[in-house]
């Protein structure tokens, strides 16, 4: 059979089955039909139309075809309407007026479920770049302070940690600060109260730990302390350190170097090179700092700087870099606690946690740890 030449020229638009989008189909067509078969062929032609829409944008043209205000076949039947027989009139406009509302739901049907299936398409975009989640990590500080303690541990150490807020007795007077010693101008602190200061070193741990306790003693002191400083790029009002005794019959210096050697070569390399060199503080006798040889210049004190060698911008020229300060513990720490200095001896060492911090990373400015700034925090 032939196909009219119009059919052929623009081909007849995809259908669908309106059963499938509402209930109530065949009663519905079974209604037009009483009434007069054309109805009932009109409305399939249109509810075909709608239902058998491929997309949103054809489901419009579908629409403005079939009931659009308009161009809509459905909506231009019923305007001439107006001008039929008073009989056929009440026959056509109910008609007419039943398939314009069917349709109506029938488009709002299709619509929901070309909507429903688009949805998910839309939100799922596979060529937008991620969004990585937040996750948190513990702050560069805390990684070494962390794995120093580890360190320690693997050494034979507990962790003691005690008060940041301190009374003048424990800070200074019990570590051998007398009154009036000018070493106390190197700790310049807040003061709480006239006798009680936010705690300048970690060392006071020392004292209440070995009031607590009888020795022998192997202990690190890991806190925050506080500095009235000037602060500048080297420079906080507040740093961390890690502070360690040990305390037993018959320790000595060479013991104290033994730790130190072990402790440098396991943070640095096993073939640092490290030396002692005698310094003052309070608390020990004899006192000393360990250098380590400078990362940077390898403990030469020059680099390489285009063609000429340059001095190390890091050790300043020395070859070495400053670690810690130790020492074996002074006998008027051990009286003031009550350890008899003729039974006991023992060592002392004490880091700061941002220097080592600083040199591992290349870090040149000690105020970014406390800015909380993630582009910072995140690099570690
Ligand atoms: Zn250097």
């Known amino acids: 059979m032939m196909k009219p030449v119009a059919s052929e020229a623009r081909p007849e638009p995809q259908s669908g089955d309106p059963a499938a989008l509402l209930t109530g189909h065949a009663e519905f067509r079974a209604e037009l039909s009483a009434i007069d078969g054309m109805y009932a062929e009109m409305f399939d032609r249109f509810a075909g139309l709608i239902a058998g829409a491929v997309g949103l944008a054809d489901l419009e043209e579908r629409k403005a075809e079939s009931i659009g205000r308009e161009r809509g076949h459905v909506t231009q039947a019923l305007g001439q309407v107006a001008g039929l027989p008073i009989e056929q009139k009440k026959v056509a406009g109910r008609a007419l007026n039943l398939i314009k509302r069917r349709l109506e739901e029938l488009e709002r049907a299709k619509r929901l479920e070309l909507e429903s299936a688009a949805a998910p398409k839309d939100a799922l975009d596979v060529t937008l770049p991620g969004r ?77 730990a070995m009031e607590e306790r009888k020795p022998p003693l192997q202990l690190v002191f890991p806190g925050r302390v506080y500095r009235a400083e000037q602060v500048d790029a080297s420079h906080m009002d507040q740093f961390h350190q890690i502070d360690g005794l040990f305390v037993d019959r018959d320790v000595s210096m060479a013991d104290l170097k033994a730790t130190l050697n072990t402790f440098a070569r396991s943070i640095y390399g096993p073939k640092t090179r490290t030396r002692l060199i005698p310094i003052y503080f309070p608390f020990v006798e004899p006192g000393c700092q360990m250098d380590v040889a400078c990362a940077i210049c390898d403990g030469s004190g020059r680099v390489r700087g285009g063609a000429e060698d340059q001095r190390c911008p890091v050790c300043k020229g020395s070859g070495w870099s400053e670690l810690l300060g130790a020492g074996m513990i002074h006998p008027n720490v051990f009286r003031a606690v009550g350890y008899d200095p003729e039974e006991w001896t023992g060592f002392a060492f004490g880091m700061g946690i941002e220097r080592i911090a600083m040199a591992r990373y290349g870090i040149a400015e000690i105020r970014l740890f406390l800015e909380n700034d993630v582009r910072f925090l995140r690099q570690f």
Do not use: C, M
């Open 132 to 208: 990585r989640p937040w996750i948190g990590r513990p702050h560069v500080l805390a990684q070494v302070r962390d794995e120093l303690l580890d360190l320690f541990h693997g050494l034979g150490y507990s962790t003691y940690e005690s008060r940041e807020v301190e009374r003048d007795e424990y800070n200074f007077t019990k570590l051998n600060f007398a009154p009036d010693h000018p070493a106390r101008d190197a700790h310049d602190t807040y003061f709480v109260a006239p006798d009680v200061v936010l705690r300048t070193h970690t060392s006071p741990g020392w004292v209440h």
